[in-house]
């Protein structure tokens, strides 16, 4: 398999304390080439810890992962990160934010031809020259996209890329992300806490539950694209998701409430 996550778990652990923390156990995904995969989860599953351990930034305390049977254990040029905010350099232009991680390997003028390829991919060409103050939000996520595109990574690994948009920016750069996905067949591990993002977007969704952090249900979406909202279809799925996730969030409320309670009398 392409991917594949076998028996992952995570603990953290707090030396100063001496306590640990464990995130999730025994997780188990497979996921072919060029799927489109969301994480669904209430916040604290472990979602965006599951994706840094793809990304090879944290380590898993159990199990293994590889992509295309090699073992995950470090970053690599193999997968490429999107996260929430963009953490683009203010110094530098568009253009040189996106030749920045491919200076070492290409001549300038290569990289910034390369550059320029996903710039246009993601319609940005005219603001190549700008600096990234001179940019709205949605552009700037836009710039961050190109930027690990022109890797050409296996895995774009996205952690709520649009999660601080506003919604029209968002659905416009959620139809932008399908036509990317489509022109060049990445694989693709998006976390988000949009329901409706997750069912617009995926083949596949698998959503989480929490404390412990564990996989409750992993559905494929065989919709035809484009999903409208009002669909049918993708009214009874975005229900059923909510139940699922309704018994998760209701069960981390009450624990929290409890602890509440306790501290607080
Ligand atoms: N470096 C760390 N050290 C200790 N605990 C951590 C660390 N990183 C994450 N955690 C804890 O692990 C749990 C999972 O965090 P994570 O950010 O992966 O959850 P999430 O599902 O992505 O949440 P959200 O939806 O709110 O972003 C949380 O309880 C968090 O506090």
Not at 82 to 98: A, H
Not at 139 to 164: C, Y
């Amino acid at each position: 398999m392409f991917l594949q996550m076998e028996n992952i778990g995570k603990t953290f652990i707090d030396q100063e304390k001496q306590s640990s923390f464990e995130v999730f156990s025994d997780i188990r995904i497979t996921i072919p080439e060029n799927q489109f995969v969301s994480i669904l989860g209430p916040s604290g599953c472990g979602k965006s810890t599951l994706l840094s351990i793809v990304a090879g930034l944290e380590n898993t305390t159990e199990g293994s992962i590889s992509l295309q049977g090699k073992e995950i254990n470090k970053p690599g040029p193999d997968r490429g990160m999107v996260f929430q905010q963009p953490s683009l350099f203010p110094w530098l232009d568009v253009r040189g934010n996106v030749t920045f991680p491919l200076r070492k390997r290409l001549s300038k003028q290569d990289a910034d031809n390369h550059a320029d390829r996903f710039l246009k991919m993601v319609q940005l060409s005219k603001f190549k020259n700008h600096y990234i103050y001179e940019l709205s939000g949605g552009m700037q996520q836009r710039v961050a996209i190109a930027r690990a595109l022109a890797m050409d990574p296996k895995v774009l690994l996205m952690d709520e890329p649009f999660g601080a948009l506003d919604e029209q920016t968002r659905h416009i750069l959620q139809d932008k992300l399908l036509d990317i996905w489509q022109e060049t067949q990445k694989t693709i591990l998006f976390v988000t806490h949009s329901i409706q993002e997750a069912i617009k977007l995926s083949d596949r969704i698998i959503v989480m539950g929490t404390r412990p952090g564990r996989i409750i249900s992993d559905i494929p979406i065989d919709l035809q694209r484009p999903r409208e909202r009002e669909d049918r279809n993708v009214i009874e799925l975005e229900q059923h998701i909510m139940e699922l996730l309704k018994i998760e969030i209701n069960k981390v409320l009450k624990e929290e409430l409890s602890d509440e309670f306790q501290h607080s009398s």
